[in-house]
């Protein structure tokens, strides 16, 4: 089965710094990959995912996030931290070669020092 | 759009008792999810549904049931509470063609938060 792991339950930068938030998966095929974003007791929202092609993607609020196949990673980046940016961070997989199974990781819980 | 919502936003059960709780969404999505979130575990999927008539069971359906009616409305029936079942429930909702899965992202409602004393 799938799973995604994220190493670090937090993550503290400065603002204006950049900002890494790690994520490395195991799928048996090929996998759909995305990163979430949780404020405080509000739903998750969707903010970039990689399905094919360019391995850097770009979303919303100025992130991106490098699919590296060969380390089987998919680590979220911004280039300078904002204090807006705090909040909860879940990578998830989907395994192509199982419809509707989505793997979301444990979260990491980013902080950003003014 | 209201995009997906859930009822009640918080709400407290006594060992036994039952509850349904309600996810509408309004984005007309084929596919839509219940999921559980525990602190520090993540979100585990427990039913979802790949268009009206059709559910299937997710990573943890044990103590849970669902239907679908509509392509709106997909509720999460509790049978039975029990404190294992304490939690934040989260539904959402995605379009994607077919019924083998899809690539498109998910949309979250707001949650419920339960506990069952």
């Known amino acids: 089965a799938q799973s995604v792991a994220q190493p670090e339950d937090q993550v503290n930068v400065a603002e204006g710094n950049p900002l890494t938030v790690k994520c490395t998966y195991s799928?048996?095929?090929?996998?759909?990959l995305f990163w979430y974003v949780q404020y405080p007791n509000r739903g998750l929202q969707f903010l970039l995912k990689y399905i094919t092609g360019d391995n850097l993607v770009k979303g919303s609020y100025g992130f991106e996030a490098e699919f590296n196949k060969s380390q089987t990673s998919f680590h979220l980046k911004k280039p300078s931290a904002l204090v807006s940016d705090s909040a909860l961070y879940f990578c998830?997989?989907?395994?192509?070669?199982?419809?509707?199974?989505?793997?979301f990781g444990a979260g990491t819980r980013l902080t950003v020092k003014p | 759009n209201a995009g997906v919502t859930q009822t009640p936003k918080f709400r407290i059960l006594k060992i036994g008792q039952s509850m349904t709780l309600q996810c509408t969404q309004d984005?007309?999505?084929?596919?839509m999810y219940w999921y559980r979130q525990d602190p520090g575990m993540g979100l585990k999927l427990i039913y979802y549904?790949?268009?009206?008539?059709?559910?299937d069971k997710g990573e943890v359906p044990n103590g849970y049931n669902v239907s679908r009616s509509t392509t709106e409305d997909f509720p999460l029936r509790l049978e039975l509470a029990a404190p294992s079942q304490t939690s934040v429930y989260f539904c959402a909702s995605s379009y994607s063609p077919g019924t083998s899965g899809g690539y498109n992202e998910q949309f979250f409602g707001p949650g419920t938060r339960l506990t069952v004393l």
């Open positions: 984005m007309n999505h084929n596919y």
């Open positions: 799928v048996s095929g090929n996998p759909y």
């Open positions: 998830a997989v989907r395994d192509l070669g199982r419809k509707n199974d989505m793997r």
């Open positions: 549904s790949v268009g009206a008539g059709i559910t």
